[in-house]
Nanobody, 119 residues
Framework: QVQLVESGGGLVQAGGSLRLSCAASGRSSSNAMGWYRQAPGKQRDWVATITSDGSADYADSVKGRFTISRDNAKNTVYLQMNSLKPEDTAVYFC??????????????WGQGTQVTVSS
């Protein structure tokens, strides 16, 4: 099973930007990769997915503000978050999917990175 390590979280003011990174210990270029987030007291919600060929999909709540990308040579996935809102505050988790294409079949999770957006 691959190890996923997130970084880049922190505290930012509303309207600001952050870039999250997720480094995979093994080759994941054949897998779709994604991000989820979990706010205190709430369920873990899907945020974005990028397929093995680079196609991306986003939750409606982040569409137009967040961009997911990947660098297969570095086994790394990124989440660029712009125009952040207080409701984006959550622990963000990187995920590797079993499939190349969009799905909800996660086989590996990162440990999470905290993102806090102040108003």
């Amino acid at each position: 099973q691959v190890q996923l390590v997130e970084s880049g979280g922190g505290l930012v003011q509303a309207g600001g930007s952050l870039r999250l990174s997720c480094a995979a210990s093994g080759r994941s270029s054949s897998n779709a990769m994604g991000w989820y987030r979990q706010a205190p007291g709430k369920q873990r919600d899907w945020v974005a997915t990028i397929t093995s060929d680079g196609s991306a999909d986003y939750a409606d709540s982040v569409k137009g503000r967040f961009t997911i990308s990947r660098d297969n040579a570095k086994n790394t996935v990124y989440l660029q978050m712009n125009s952040l809102k207080p409701e984006d505050t959550a622990v963000y988790f990187c995920a590797r999917f079993l499939t190349r294409i969009l799905s909800n079949l996660v086989d590996s999770w990162g440990q999470g990175t905290q993102v806090t957006v102040s108003s």
